[in-house]
T-cell receptor, first 115, second 116 residues
């Protein structure tokens, strides 16, 4: 069965420090992987995706993520955290192309960046 | 990316009533998706709305409880019928981005419903 795991409910980092939000997945075939962010009382915003090619993908707001096929992981990273990065982060995966294939969502990780 | 407007942004409803949520997209899209996000939980897909056909519901969701309309390629509504406190959630409308083959979704701001 396809699944996504975000092993940490909450991540706390100090402003200016690097941050990592973890995501592992289980899906047959080649995965399409996504990160979304949800700011308080807002909808979800697309951050970045991995489809194919370079394992390191760059997205919005200075975020990047590294696809690791052997570890089935897609961790979200940022070199220097900002207080404004505090939000709820969701990892999602789908199995290959085709717009009728549902996204499988992680449970989300709450990121708190402390000034 | 698409710009998606949802109305209402929030509402407080009485048990047993129904509420219709509207979703307007600034471009024509083939598929629209309705999600539910219960407090402290992840997203759950309710149904996929295609223009000109019946919506496709996910397991655990039925048309009588969540009727959906899709009258054209830029608009959809979701009705939450005969509401109970368990229906208190954020309801999100989403569409596939311009690259439909890779399938990233774009979301409206959500409609936060509280059922008393």
């Amino acid at each position: 069965a396809q699944s996504v795991a975000q092993p940490e409910d909450q991540v706390n980092v100090a402003e200016g420090n690097p941050l990592t939000v973890k995501c592992t997945y289980s899906v047959s075939g080649n995965p399409y992987l996504f990160w979304y962010v949800q700011y308080p009382n807002r909808g979800l915003q697309f951050l970045l995706k991995y489809i194919t090619g370079d394992n390191l993908v760059k997205g919005s707001y200075g975020f990047e993520a590294e696809f690791n096929k052997s570890q089935t992981s897609f961790h979200l990273k940022k070199p220097s955290a900002l207080v404004s990065d505090s939000a709820l982060y969701f990892c999602a995966v789908r199995r290959g192309p085709g717009n009728n294939r549902k996204l499988i969502w992680g449970l989300g990780t709450s990121l708190a960046v402390n000034p | 990316s698409a710009v998606i407007s949802q109305k209402p942004s929030r509402d407080i409803c009485q048990r047993g009533t129904s509420l219709t949520i509207q979703c307007q997209v600034d471009s024509q899209v083939t598929m629209m998706f309705w999600y539910r996000q219960q407090p402290g939980q992840s997203l759950t897909l309710i149904a996929t709305a295609n223009q000109g056909s019946e919506a496709t519901y996910e397991s655990g969701f039925v048309i009588d409880k969540f009727p959906i309309s899709r009258p054209n390629l830029t608009f959809s509504t979701l009705t939450v019928s005969n509401m109970s406190p368990e229906d208190s959630s954020i309801y999100l409308c989403s569409v596939v981005g311009t690259s439909e083959n890779t399938g990233e979704l774009f979301f409206g701001e959500g409609s936060r419903l509280t059922v008393l």
